[in-house]
């Protein structure tokens, strides 16, 4: 079989694949000749087996071998990236080697090859098939290798050996206080939110503390120390998740292998509840007017880590079942106690709710699955005059609760009283809501008649 061809890779691709390699020099440097001549060669040893032993320094010869990451590449060779394989190679550079002559006039950087795939495999190409990857290709991967940070300072290696050390506290219950904070500082790094994730009892640990049942429902004033610990852990779901598919994945296998049915009767840092995670993990105001008010901070780390959340699949058809969307509605339009909905501080959860619904259900430019929300199928609106009637016999303080068919005209009287406040408008978060759930209702009713026609034509 023919040698595969090798082509230099033009200028305007180089800049898209954003490969740093070593360039071409005029002549083989001393330092690559003495390391190829050297008898005492220091080796690299990943397994006990000598023969996959290799030099710590490449040793080049007159023919293209693979560059192992963790060698040294001498300077003056001539390298290229098997894109095929994703292996970098480099042999001796020979300034005066021919170039295939098809390239010749074109605009090219020596310093990448391609390497063409076998006849056998353009064969397949020219017949409309697909190319297969090759033996030795690595396997594709979306979301790449997660790598542990290195342990360069004194300070780096503390950090690492803190965090074990905070996991392990965690799920035993001791200082529970502690080991949340290091957790929620260190979980935005994408390496220790993977960590995180993929133990099941530091998971369940955290969403047992972040939807701990004193918050929801005990009487009188919630405890500090509650408050403190479900806004944490909170936090520190929300991070773990955040631009970290990894983590998510790990996170959404647990909800499935049984943690939405926990009741974190096994939780060491805390009462069990009554609720299952399925249900108390999307509550986000008091079940009742008797249970404590809720700070806007907690409200706002739980809406955080909810949003996160339901990136998954399975989370967010539970988080459907769970009337979460219900719950929402109320947090847009329920006013909690007097003291608490002064300032801004309640003004940022609601716009935090809205957007929520935006990026997870309604806008598909921020990631969102059309289709799920609303559903006109079974979802069916009460008229308008319905709505009005019951939110003005309900009050303020209750008109969110049990409103889930009035979510629509809810929605327009929430768009319209932030215009009349000068505030709202096109390009407000209160007016793109109203005007995407009417485009999904729109295109939901219209998808409904055109299944029944099809029917009827049958």
Same mark, same amino acid.
């Given at each position: ?30 330092? &690559? ?116 940070? =290195? ?27 502690? &080991? ?16 995180? &994730? ?12 972040? /939807? ?16 403190? =610990?479900? =806004? ?10 955040? /631009? ?10 647990? @909800? ?26 999307? =509550? ?68 935090? &709710? ?18 799920? @929300? ?32 009035? @979510? ?14 000068? !505030? ?9 809501? @109203? /005007? ?10 219209? /998808?409904? !008649? ?9």
């Amino acid at each position: 079989m023919p040698e595969p061809k090798q082509h230099s890779l033009p200028l305007s691709l180089l800049a898209l694949l954003g490969v740093a390699l070593a360039g071409v020099s005029a002549s083989s440097s001393p330092s &690559a000749s003495s390391a190829a001549n050297s008898d005492e060669a220091e080796l690299i040893c990943h397994t006990s087996n000598p023969a996959e032993c290799y030099p710590k320094i490449f040793q080049p010869t007159s023919e293209f071998q693979v560059v192992h990451p963790d060698q040294d590449l001498p300077t003056g060779l001539h390298v290229r990236l098997n894109i095929y394989t994703g292996q970098k190679e480099a042999k001796i550079n020979v300034p005066d080697e021919a170039v295939d002559s098809s390239l010749e006039g074109l605009p090219v950087d020596t310093s990448i090859v391609i390497v063409d795939p076998q006849e056998d495999s353009l064969g397949s190409e020219e017949q409309g098939q697909p190319l297969k990857p090759l033996k030795n290709a690595p396997v594709y991967d979306p979301d790449g290798k997660i790598k542990e940070p =290195r342990k360069e300072t004194a300070e780096s290696q503390e950090e690492g050996s803190a965090f074990y050390k905070s996991l392990t506290i965690l799920k035993k219950g001791l200082d529970v206080d502690q &080991a949340l904070e290091m957790l929620e500082e260190i979980s935005h790094d994408i390496y220790y939110g993977l960590k995180i &994730a993929e133990d099941y009892d530091t998971v369940r640990e955290l969403f047992c503390l972040a /939807n701990s049942p004193s918050v929801f429902t005990s009487q009188g004033t919630a405890p500090e120390k509650d408050l403190t =610990r479900s =806004r944490l852990a909170a936090l520190t779901i929300s991070s773990a998740v955040q /631009n970290n598919p990894k983590a998510l994945a790990e996170i959404s296998k647990h @909800w499935t292998a049984g943690l939405q049915q926990d009741t974190c009767t096994k939780s060491k840092s805390q009462s069990p509840g009554s609720e299952p995670l399925q249900i108390s993990t999307f =509550r986000l105001l008091p079940s009742s007017s008797s249970s404590p008010s809720v700070p806007a901070s907690l409200t706002k780390a739980r809406i955080s880590a909810i949003s996160g959340l339901l990136k998954s699949p399975s989370i967010r058809q539970s988080f459907l079942s769970a009337n979460g969307i219900d719950l929402l509605l109320q947090v847009l339009l329920d006013t909690p106690s007097t003291s608490q909905a002064q300032g801004e501080e309640w003004e940022k959860v609601r716009r935090q &709710a809205g957007h929520l619904i935006l990026d997870n259900f309604l806008d598909e430019d921020m990631g969102a699955v059309l289709g799920e @929300w609303p559903d006109a199928v079974r979802d069916v609106q009460a008229s308008d005059k319905e709505c009005a009637s019951r939110a003005k016999s309900q009050g303020d303080e209750k008109k969110g609760q049990g409103q889930g068919d009035c @979510w629509d005209w809810h929605a327009k009287q929430l768009a319209d009283r932030y215009k009349k406040e000068g !505030k709202g408008g096109k390009g407000h978060w209160s007016w793109e809501l @109203w /005007n995407r759930l009417k485009e999904q209702r729109k295109n939901a009713s219209s /998808n409904k !008649k055109n299944k029944g026609g099809k029917k009827d034509e049958l």
